[in-house]
């Protein structure tokens, strides 16, 4: 199914108030499943204009994925971005690869949601979104702490993030 059709699934579902189904259908489409995901489940809209998603969960334990009811009110690039970057907590937190450090996990989703490495079949965002994610990315590699073992672990990567962001300026 080409993105096309992807979308106009999406729009039935929307038209129907099933947001739920679509959220699910999503996820298939573009393979970002993984066996630690417990399902969807609502959180409060933010505004008509900002969107927040939340992986939710103990660490090591299922994670439910919490959207707003108007997530797919939001362009279908950025809502998949957004999605894929819950996925990747979602893996994160499983069974066997959890990973502690809270900076650690979001610099890895925002790194995801610039480069797509972990899910090569999520579309890129605008160059607006890219320098958000981007200074989000660097913003969580700062609060690693300065010369700390994750900042060494992650200095190719802030490389990568902060060249991506002086080449969108």
């Known amino acids: 199914m080409n993105f096309e059709q992807i979308n106009l699934h999406l729009e039935a579902y929307k038209e129907h108030g099933q947001i739920l189904d679509a959220a699910k259908?999503?996820?298939?489409?573009?393979?970002?499943?993984?066996?630690?995901?417990?399902?969807f489940g609502f959180r409060e809209e933010l505004s008509p204009t900002s969107m927040l998603l939340t992986a939710e969960g103990e660490l090591g334990g299922p994670q439910k994925v919490m959207i707003?009811?108007?997530?797919?009110?939001?362009?279908l690039n950025l809502v998949l971005n957004m999605v894929a970057h819950e996925m990747l907590h979602v893996r994160q937190k499983a069974p066997g690869q959890v990973i502690e450090d809270k900076n650690e996990r979001e610099f890895q989703a925002y790194y995801e949601m610039l480069f797509h490495k972990v899910f090569p079949q999520v579309p890129e965002v605008s160059d607006f979104h890219k320098k958000f994610f981007g200074n989000k990315a660097l913003e969580y590699y700062r609060r690693m702490g300065e010369g700390s073992e994750l900042q060494q672990k992650y200095a190719e990567g802030k490389i990568e993030v902060e060249y991506l962001i002086n080449s969108l300026s």
């Open 25 to 39: 259908f999503l996820i298939h489409s573009f393979e970002l499943e993984h066996e630690n995901f417990a399902g």
């Open 68 to 75: 707003p009811k108007n997530l797919f009110d939001f362009d």
